[in-house]
């Protein structure tokens, strides 16, 4: 073969060769871009599909499944004899069933940090020592009409928000428990602009409701 023939033949074969090269590069960027991209979508899935579940509070991991769930304030409640109760993040709400005829003159309600009692025409239907503390100021109660019965509605504030497994098993100390546990671990974030204060502040916030639930 003529230098010239063989010299081409060497030229074509490096330029194939390049061209082979830059045509394998280009289309692993284009797949690491495309990876990159998909990522990116769930990523934004995921914290949107997180934003919704955490606008309706109560966020937690469920206990058998992993999986996240945002439970209902009824949920995360109870009934007893005299009362049903419900519980969200910040707030406990007892419901007592009332007289139809009854009037808030005749309804005793006792409030302090750490204890409540209510009474209806005399008749006790709690009284004891609250499982966690609340912030008395900010907890009150009202008698309300439902349909042809009346409702004395307790709210109480909670001192220091809870999540999921740490939620309040039960309004009062010796009153019929929720399984809270079934709740699982609460599910709390900080966003990607957050600081290493706010991861501090999450972490002090779970240790803080761990030491109330041990109490």
């Given at each position: 073969?003529?230098?010239?023939?063989?010299?081409?033949?060497?030229?074509?074969?490096?330029?194939?060769?390049?061209?082979?090269?830059?045509?394998?590069?280009?289309?692993?960027?284009?797949?690491?871009?495309?990876?990159?991209?998909?990522?990116?979508?769930?990523?934004?899935?995921?914290?949107?599909?997180?934003?919704?579940l955490?606008?309706?509070?109560?966020?937690?991991?469920?206990?058998?499944?992993?999986?996240?769930?945002?439970?209902?304030?009824?949920?995360?409640?109870?009934?007893?004899?005299?009362?049903?109760?419900?519980?969200s993040?910040?707030?406990?709400?007892?419901?007592?069933?009332a007289?139809?005829d009854?009037?808030?003159?005749?309804?005793?309600?006792?409030?302090?940090?750490?204890?409540?009692t209510?009474?209806?025409?005399g008749r006790?239907?709690?009284?004891?020592?609250?499982?966690?503390?609340?912030?008395?100021?900010?907890?009150?109660?009202?008698?309300?009409?439902?349909?042809?019965?009346?409702?004395?509605?307790?709210?109480?504030?909670?001192?220091?928000?809870?999540?999921?497994?740490?939620?309040?098993?039960?309004?009062?100390?010796?009153?019929?428990?929720?399984?809270?546990?079934?709740?699982?671990?609460?599910?709390?974030?900080v966003t990607?602009?957050?600081?290493?204060?706010?991861?501090?502040?999450?972490?002090?916030?779970?240790?803080?409701?761990?030491?109330?639930?041990?109490?």
């Open positions: 073969m003529a230098p010239r023939a063989s010299v081409a033949l060497a030229v074509v074969a490096t330029v194939a060769a390049v061209t082979t090269i830059w045509y394998h590069r280009r289309h692993r960027r284009r797949e690491r871009g495309d990876d990159a991209r998909a990522f990116e979508r769930e990523q934004i899935r995921l914290k949107l599909e997180l934003a919704t955490a606008r309706d509070g109560n966020l937690a991991r469920a206990s058998d499944t992993g999986a996240m769930v945002s439970l209902t304030n009824e949920q995360c409640g109870g009934t007893t004899a005299t009362y049903a109760w419900t519980q993040e910040d707030e406990i709400v007892v419901s007592f069933a007289p139809a009854a009037t808030s003159r005749e309804c005793e309600v006792t409030l302090t940090s750490t204890a409540a209510v009474r209806v025409r006790t239907l709690l009284d004891g020592r609250l499982t966690r503390s609340i912030v008395k100021d900010d907890s009150y109660w009202e008698l309300e009409s439902d349909g042809e019965r009346k409702v004395l509605r307790l709210s109480l504030t909670k001192l220091r928000r809870t999540y999921a497994k740490f939620h309040w098993p039960s309004v009062c100390v010796g009153e019929p428990e929720i399984d809270v546990a079934a709740f699982g671990d609460p599910v709390m974030g990607g602009n957050s600081n290493g204060d706010a991861m501090k502040a999450m972490m002090e916030d779970v240790a803080a409701m761990r030491r109330d639930a041990e109490k």
